[in-house]
């Protein structure tokens, strides 16, 4: 009696295990189903005058997303909590029709997890990331990719590295880029077969001779060099009555000589003559350039004759000290020469995604900055003025290390005598030329 009793006190038991694992399953089940992508679709998006690739996520539910970028070969890589895939039709890889992506493929690979990798031919990073409601029930997860070179590659891929959870909630782009999202041409729906492999050339069979493919020329790293002012702006005017846009095309020239110099770098000259150009439209060049770095060069004044020695800035939106505050007051003041700027761009308006690759982006620029003093310590005042920040507006690029150099003060009238000759213009030069072939060494893409 008591071994029967026994018994049944086990299956009970057993049974009891069974019923909560059961129960536990579901929940999960429940858990995983919470969310599930019906749909996808490619197209090409102009920004920035430039064609990019448009991903659209169709999802029964607004969807949370973690981005991660990754290199040999380049590829975005889509995680997305608690969703589940309802695509029948949907092949579970295949070709993509729009540049720069080259492949997609899709699956579980936990099963509280749906991931989507776009392969891409170029490194190519997101831009814009926002949500859309659906055309019928749902919702739609847009991701704009675009190329912008190696280094905007890198910025992304480090800062989405450290902060891979994208707030949807605050990733929302300008309102007329989410108005007008229905307007991008749309391809057919990721449904192309991967091709199959060509079949291996029969052994038989002579195989024709072919011209040898010329070896493509070695990439070289991209530096723009921004002449601070320039035209109508003279900027600052020293002592002695020189003008501070001649001083920083003069420097100018000798970096880019000096980097020529090197083999290793394209200098790319924001202004080669006497021009005015708006601070947006600097940074606009530097990333057509596709830089890796950006340098502006000045030569300010300050309120006393007796501030001298070199400065190395970058941005930040709490400035160092006062005198760093003013002086970005006073070189942001530049563009009023030209009248309102109607194009002008607003950073706080590009979302959660541009601000993270800012963030980054001026990460990078402090070690840049620290590799720089590093390299004029001998000079007249040296570092000793050190690394201060402020919310420059030319150093907004949020895709690349971006510097302003004060080269000195044109108020002081021993800067100024130095800044005039061209043996000291060519001893910076060559130590800033030095210390950016250093940093690009160290941080930069490889060549």
Known sequence: MMTFVMAMIAAIGRSFVFL?????????????????????????????????????????????????????????????????????????????QVAPGSAYRFGNPKPEIGRLVIELEKPAAPVRVFTLP??????????????????????ASSALEKNPNIDLNDAVTDRAVVKDADRVKMVKPLSMPLPKSKPARHANKPATAALAAPKPRPRKWVVFIDAGHGGKDPGALGKAGTAEKNITLAAARELASQLRAT???????ARDDDRFL???QRIRLARQNQADLFISLHADSARTSS???????????????????ALARQENSADLIGGPDLSAEDPEAAGAL??????ESMNQSARFAATILQHIRDLPGG????????????LKAPDMPSVLVEMGFLSNRTDEANLNKKSYRQGLSKRLAKAILVYLSEYGPKI
């Open 278 to 280: 708006r601070l947006r």
């Open 134 to 155: 659906s055309a019928g029930a749902g919702s739609r997860f847009v991701i704009d990719l675009l190329d912008r070179g190696k280094t905007a590659f890198l910025v």
């Open 307 to 325: 501030a001298r020695g070199i400065s190395v800035f970058t941005l930040s939106d709490k400035a160092s000290d006062k005198e760093a505050a």
């Open 383 to 394: 570092d000793k003025r050190g690394h201060r920040f402020a919310g420059f507006a030319v």
């Open 20 to 96: 909560v694992m059961v129960l536990v399953l579901a929940a999960t089940g429940q858990a995983f189903a919470e969310n599930a992508v019906t749909g996808m679709r490619v197209g090409a998006v102009q920004i920035d005058d430039r064609t990019g690739l448009r991903l659209v996520i169709e999802t029964k539910a607004p969807l949370k997303a973690n981005l991660l970028l990754l290199q040999s070969p380049y590829r975005l890589v889509i995680d997305m909590p608690k969703t589940k895939w309802d695509v029948d039709k949907l092949a579970p890889r295949g070709n993509l």
């Open 263 to 269: 083999g290793k770098i394209t200098p790319i000259l």
């Open 354 to 359: 541009v601000r993270m690759f800012q963030r």
